[in-house]
């Protein structure tokens, strides 16, 4: 019988791969992945599509065995150790099979009835906003509320590891801030949350530390500002700039650009190029229409990665060691 783990991370995968089909037909889907996620901390798995990611985050669910690798949630084995794992974690799948004839609140009942200390149906309905729709029948529920009755029912067993799978697919934008906002209450709480995610703001707004897979490996990995660190920064205005000096010999510029009218200075050190160019606007009496200034950001290590700027086949950084025993 398992026991309860000590202190120590809360999701460990270890040169991780997963195989579909076998001999001549295989398909290695995820080819060595290394993850932890520790206590108190959200990790967010983005990747371009069919980079691996639901079938990474399948294994750590415990719905497959890994081909090869190892896997430990809280400390134990998600598929050996199924029924204590299942007890103590939330998991969001990415499409939801609920019965079309129930009400919300029979749907979430019947779920509670299948957990030993589920929360009370009433507080798990408005903390997503589901209270006015609880007497409507699943089948009558629009995309964005089914997917927050399938999140209501993941939280409903208050959970210390929660897995979710494109969490805020199909919502509109007031419904995902209030997801973010339910997630970074879980993190609070001590809760480790490992997500998928299409959304680079979402991963930019609630991830402590991003991982993003591409062709079935983990290419970069770090917080959002790490990863970003290495990008230069974007200025960009409208027009030319006629009466401006040469914008490549601002400080710290890398490239200048035009584009449809557009024109676009990439810096290593936005606050020096941004100064100069204000300087030099501001002693010319020149106007910068539709200027904006942007950090580096995870949208820039995105798009680099998938249109194959940068090499896809990076080695995997060694993610941090825990310092405490993790109980295995
Ligand atoms: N049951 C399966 N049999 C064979 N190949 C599969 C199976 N499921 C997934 N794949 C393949 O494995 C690869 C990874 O798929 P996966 O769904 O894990 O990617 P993903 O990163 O979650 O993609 P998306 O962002 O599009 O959801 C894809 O090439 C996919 O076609």
Known sequence: MSTRTSPGPHIEVRGLHRSYGSGADAFEAVRGVDLVVEPGTVVALLGTNGAGKTSALEV???????SSGEVRV?????????AEVRRRTGVLLQTSGFPADLTVAETLRMWAATMTAPRPVADALADLDLAG?????VRALSGGELRRLDLACTLLGEPEVVLLDEPTTGLDPE???RVWELVAG?????????????????????????AIMHAGRIVREGTPAELGA?????????GAAAGLPDLAGLPAVAR???DHGTTTLESRDLQATLTALLTAAADRDVRLPGLEARSASLESVFLAIASGEEPAAAPTPEPARPTGGAAR
């Open 60 to 66: 750590v669910e415990g719905l497959a065995p890994p």
């Open 133 to 137: 729709r609880a007497d409507v029948r």
């Open 175 to 177: 419904s995902r801030r």
């Open 74 to 82: 809280l400390g134990l084995d998600p598929v050996a150790d199924r």
């Open 186 to 210: 879980l993190r609070d709480r001590g809760c480790s949350v490992l997500l998928t995610t299409h959304h680079l703001e979402e991963a930019e707004e609630l991830a402590d530390r991003v």
């Open 230 to 238: 290495d990008r230069p920064a974007t200025i960009r205005f409208e």
């Open 256 to 258: 200048v650009g035009t």
